[in-house]
């Protein structure tokens, strides 16, 4: 096989058609970027930002109008050391930033939560899609949930739960061992009744993960094209940037932006980014090197 023949299949991306918001629309044609709203008083990047929903909500409508795709609304830290968030207090923070969103005929929004009575909640206020770090293994409800209302619905990967998942986290080959417990996670949730086209896999960059697997997940992308799903990945001001960098997370602008690009020429289908006027012109120019690979 020569150099350029590898050079096209390397550049080839599956579309995968998903419904969303009662339409079918298409995952593979361009990459969608994801904008990150935390609504949380200590996210690891952008904590305690917004004093109210007000301004939540005008921050949602300010990452669409930046070229947002979607914006995923969070209420729980999944940073190192983070305390859990009662059910009642992440419903208070996230619904009336959905439902102001929706009042204003915003683009698609996805609820980052584990938490099925949430995700519920969520999904009544206005939101389209299910974004669950546990995959649905914290919460027995959520894959149930996710099958009666048939939204699409983030499978990411991770080990353990928030307190524990950083702890000295091993795997004797990250990459295919990620591979196996996401096809597993998939399984589980088809089993549940969740329709599979309308899932989406995350391999968990910097979650349960050191720099090192973060890196190599980064740098064998394209393997898990094996898993026959739309890819998500939000490697945005994570610590493996730091690792390499030394910069703290408001100084990862630069690292985020070689991530993105990388793993968009990789072939994932959405990133999930805190930057999303930068990462949008980010996401242009890697999607037309890859048209003219």
């Not at 859990?84 to 439902?99: G, H, K, S, Y």
């Not at 990250?174 to 096809?183: G, N, Y």
């Not at 910097?206 to 799903?229: P, Q, T, V």
């Not at 793993?263 to 999303?276: E, L, N, P, S, Y």
Request: glycine share 10%; with cysteine.
């Amino acid at each position: 096989m020569t150099g350029e023949t590898e050079g096209i299949i390397e550049a080839t991306r599956k579309r995968y058609r998903i419904r969303l918001r009662g339409a079918e629309v298409w995952l593979g044609e361009r990459t969608w970027v994801m904008g990150v709203l935390n609504v949380t008083p200590d996210s690891f990047s952008d904590g305690a930002r917004f004093a109210s929903s007000e301004d939540a909500i005008a921050a949602g409508l300010a990452l669409f109008e930046a070229g947002a795709d979607i914006v995923d609304v969070g209420g729980e830290s999944t940073r190192p050391g983070a305390r859990p968030v009662a059910v009642d207090e992440e419903l208070r923070r996230v619904v009336p930033v959905i439902e102001g969103l929706r009042r204003c005929a915003a683009g698609p929004l996805s609820i980052d939560t584990s938490k099925a009575a949430v995700a519920r909640a969520a999904l009544d206020a206005g939101a389209d899609v299910v974004n669950d770090v546990s995959g649905f293994r914290f919460d027995a409800a959520m894959a149930p949930l996710v099958a009666e209302r048939g939204v699409p619905a983030v499978l990411m990967h991770l080990r353990g739960d928030f307190a524990s998942m950083h702890r000295d986290p091993r795997y004797a080959d990250v990459v295919s061992e990620v591979a196996a417990e996401l096809r597993g996670m998939l399984a589980f949730a088809e089993q549940a009744g969740v329709l599979r086209e309308q899932l989406i896999v995350d391999p968990g960059i910097g979650f349960s993960k050191d720099a090192a697997h973060s890196l190599a997940l980064m740098r064998r992308l394209e393997e898990l094209r094996a898993l026959d799903r739309p890819l998500l990945v939000g490697p945005s001001r994570k610590r493996f940037i730091g690792a390499v960098l030394g910069r703290d997370s408001g100084e990862r602008v630069f690292g985020t932006a070689a991530a993105v690009a990388a793993a968009v020429i990789k072939g994932v289908h959405v990133v999930r980014v805190h930057d999303v006027a930068e990462m949008k012109d980010v996401v242009r120019m890697a999607d037309a090197i890859r048209e003219a690979a």
